[in-house]
């Protein structure tokens, strides 16, 4: 049986990380589709044809697309699904969003944010933030599935997959885009750079976020930040690294005025390297890093800057 | 209108969760528990809107043993009206939960259900999308501001690149994010009379639907440990090590 593959993408630009989905896809099967819905998205259509490994790119390009609304983009893959054995989404906002919504439309069990797969209906996935990894088997007939994206290995994009248009629209009329308030960045995305400095409540405001800037610039780094910094304003929600915000897994982390709570680890501890700047010696961020400075951020971080 | 909160009881979202010896699941003997935070966030969100006069009845349900009435009267003291426990034994997968409160929808006939984004046990994400599929409904996730207007309800939504704010037929499901709001503490006169609000227990079985597992749990495992790393003295100590033992920056 065929394995359909949501692409993330933005209208404009194949995300990174479905390439990391149709890793775990291969792990899987290998007749592997990719579904690609929005609107005005040649640019994303021609990207998606070459990423190895996959057959056929399908293409649903209309406007009932252009912003996933869940309840149409789940119409439109519960349509298509017949033909599938597994449903992979990347497990980022708009995967998480539609596809239980495409799960409970074929009356099956959705396996969420798998970082591993033991057979065609087993999968590893974390829960209780990261504590515990449980092995879970699908009864299902068919999988619906999410892909955590530090679980897999990117593929390669030197394929040339068959592109076929989907005339069929589906529009449920129950929900309708108001407006965007985007973050731009001319920084690397939080979940493919290979560094990554993040603040927490410890940069006490958000003008202070600049003295990591000049660090993050220098080493070519993400900036992210705890919760209690996003909450208390300092940084925009889509900083947030941890169980309920963005998982990362950099090859360098550096952890800056943050304590180290339960829901920070489980967004960074798969890092390879980590760093923690705090001035506290009792923080727990000092028992997942590799290196600890115990030391007063204002004084180590111009330091490091000027360091590099 | 009415508004239906449906809540979970997890573990309490500062104690660290081990696994069994026998690496069967987790262990949850003798921890402490709780609602969970964003069932906690989701209930505050329905009080406000009561409050507001937007709302005029909130309505609190769990599924679960009989221990998860302890939630339930979190929530009414909370501000919740009254409280319906879907009693059970069995540890359901997210979509047999979304069967048990669509029944529930179709006897109550809320037109706005507000559930928590997860749960910060199994950290699923599923319930509240797969109770807007079952009941046709549409959905806000991951909202961070909610705004009833006439027969729609404008929903702000955390994504990845930012904020999304789009605009649902009414009834809708609205999932909550963290920055949705800051739930208050229940007060002393509030836990008392929560005691004397309606608490009405259905059993699961009765509602004559398939609850046949969906998943099944093959084993569970601690996460690889990190180890130990070392304190660095200074700046140059640290700019060393990143360079020529970790080989993380040139
Ligand atoms: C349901 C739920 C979900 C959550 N999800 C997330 C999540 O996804 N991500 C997340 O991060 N958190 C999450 N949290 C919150 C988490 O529990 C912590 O509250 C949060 O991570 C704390 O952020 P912090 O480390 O920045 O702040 P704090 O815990 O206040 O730590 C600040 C640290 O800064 C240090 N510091 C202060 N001043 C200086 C200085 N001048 N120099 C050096 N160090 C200094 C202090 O010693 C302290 O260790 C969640 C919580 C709940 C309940």
Redesign the interface.
Known sequence: MSILVFAEH?NSELKADTLKTVAAAQAIGSDIHLLVAGHNCQAVVDAASKVNGVAKVLVADNAAYE?Q???NV?LLVTELAADYSHILATA???G??????????L???????IIAVESSD?FVR???????????????SKKVITVRPTGFDAVATDGNAEIIALDKVTD?G??????????VSERPDLGAAS?VISGGRGMQNGDNFKLLEGIADK?GAAIGAS?AA??AGFV???MQVG??G?IVAP??YIAVGISGA??HLAGM?DS????AINKD?EAPI?Q???????ADLFD?LP??ES?? | MKVLVPIKRVIDYNVKVRVKADNSNVDLANVKMAINPFCEIAVEEAVRLKEAGTATEVIAVSIGDKSCQEQLRTALALGADRAIQIDTDQNLDSLNVAKLLQKIVEEEQPQLVILGKQSIDSDNNQTGQMLAALTGMAQGTFASAVKVDGDKVNVTREVDSGLQTIALNLPAIVTTDLRLNEPRYASLPNIMKAKRKPLDVKAAADFGLDLTARTKLIKVTPPAERKAGIIVESIDELVEKLKNEAKVIS
């Open positions: 933005d912003h609304l869940a309840e789940s980022l906002t708009t998480k969003n539609f596809m239980p919504r495409v799960a409970a439309l009356d099956v069990a959705q396996i969420s944010d087993t974390p829960i209780y933030a990261g504590n515990a990894i449980a092995t879970v088997q699908s009864l299902d449920a129950t929900s309708s885009h108001v407006n965007d308030e985007l973050s560094v080493l919760r996003v909450d925009p929600n889509d169980q309920t963005k090859d360098l339960i829901q501890k390879k390297v980590i760093v010696p000092f997942v890093a590799d290196y600890g400075l115990v180590a330091e490091l360091k590099l």
